[in-house]
C-alpha cells in the first residue's frame, strides 16, 4: 500500500530543512492548516496529510478494527513518517484530538518526535470529579452521537459554531467538513475521539512541549490545558484570549507567532491568562 497516497500527504518547502508535520482535528483535513504554512514555507519542509477517513484520503483503506481507537491514527503518523524516511527531529504540530494522537505516536516511537506544539489539547473530554473536568458528562456525549445516527446534517450545524466559537464565519466551513466526511467513519472517530482517555499517555511524554490553550474553549477549558501542562514534563503552557477551538483558522497570527518564538528557541513565551 502507498502509504502517502493513503493519507494524501503534501508537502511544502525544502526536504533539507527542518520538519513541521501538521496532524488536523476532528471532523477537519489538511486545509484547516492553510493559514499557517505560508508562514514557514523558506524555513522549514512542512508536511500535511488527512487521516483515513478524512478529507481527501484512501476511504478504501478505512478498517473499522484499526480505528476504533486512537492508536490506528497514531499508527498512521508513524507509518507516514518512515515512509518518507524520518526517524527523528521532526517537529509535530497537533489540533484537538491530534494532540493525544501525536502522543500515543510519540510513545510508541521514542524519539521521533524533537518538540511538539499543541493546540487545545484534551486528554480526556468527560468528567471524572473531584480532580479532573473534561467539559461533559457520558450523557452529553451518547446524545451527540445519537444526533449523529438520526440527523447528521443536523449534528453538524450544531457542532460547527460551537468548535468556530466567535468566528462565525468559519461555522460554515468547519459544517462543509464535517458533511463531506462518510457518516458512519465520522462516527466512529467521534466515539474514538470522545471518549478516550488518555491522561495518563501525557504524563509518560518527556518531548519538549508548547501547550496553547484557548482562554473560551467549549471542548478543551483552560483547567484541561493547565492539567496537560502538569503531566508533561517539558512544556510552556500559552492561553490564547481566544473564544473558540480553532485559533489556527480564527486567529492564525497568534499562532504563528507563538510557533516563531517556540521553534526559535525561546520558548512559548511562557504562560498567559
Known amino acids: 500500500m502507498n502509504i502517502l497516497q493513503r493519507n ?3 508537502t511544502v518547502g525544502d526536504p533539507t530543512a527542518p520538519v513541521l508535520l501538521y496532524g488536523h482535528g476532528f471532523g477537519c483535513d489538511q486545509t484547516m492548516w492553510n493559514q499557517i504554512t505560508p508562514a514557514f514555507q523558506h524555513s522549514h519542509f512542512q508536511l500535511l496529510f488527512d487521516y483515513v477517513g ?7 483503506a478505512y478498517d473499522a478494527g484499526r480505528y476504533a481507537t ?3 491514527y497514531a499508527q498512521d503518523i508513524i ?6 524516511s524520518l526517524t527523528n527531529n521532526v517537529v509535530f504540530v497537533g489540533h484537538s484530538v491530534s494532540c493525544s494522537i501525536g502522543i500515543l505516536a510519540a510513545i510508541a516511537q521514542p524519539g521521533l518526535f524533537s518538540n511538539m506544539i499543541l493546540l487545545g489539547p484534551s486528554p480526556c473530554f468527560l468528567n ?12 452529553d456525549l451518547h446524545e451527540l452521537l445519537d444526533l449523529m445516527q438520526q440527523n447528521y446534517l443536523g449534528w453538524a450545524n450544531y457542532l460547527a459554531p460551537v468548535v468556530a466559537g466567535e468566528a462565525s464565519t468559519i461555522s460554515g466551513r468547519l459544517s462543509d467538513s464535517f458533511c463531506s466526511t462518510d457518516p458512519l467513519v465520522m462516527k466512529q472517530f467521534a466515539k474514538a475521539t470522545f471518549f478516550a482517555d488518555n491522561r495518563e499517555d501525557f504524563a509518560k511524554v518527556a518531548t519538549p512541549c508548547l501547550v496553547l490553550q484557548h482562554k473560551q474553549d467549549a471542548l478543551a477549558s483552560v483547567a484541561v490545558g493547565e492539567f496537560v501542562h502538569r503531566q ?12 473558540g477551538h480553532v485559533a489556527h483558522m480564527s486567529h492564525p497570527q497568534l499562532i504563528i507567532d507563538a510557533m516563531s518564538q517556540y521553534l526559535a528557541g525561546q520558548g512559548g513565551g511562557g ?3
Open 54 to 60: 478524512s478529507g481527501q484520503s484512501d476511504i478504501s
Open 70 to 72: 486512537l492508536q490506528g
Open 271 to 273: 504562560y498567559y491568562r
Open 79 to 84: 507509518e507516514i513518517c518512515a515512509a518518507l
Open 128 to 139: 471524572d470529579p473531584p480532580h479532573y473536568f473534561g467539559g461533559f458528562e457520558p450523557s
Open 232 to 243: 508533561l514534563k517539558n512544556s510552556d503552557l500559552v492561553v490564547l484570549d481566544v473564544a
Open 8 to 10: 494524501n500527504v503534501q
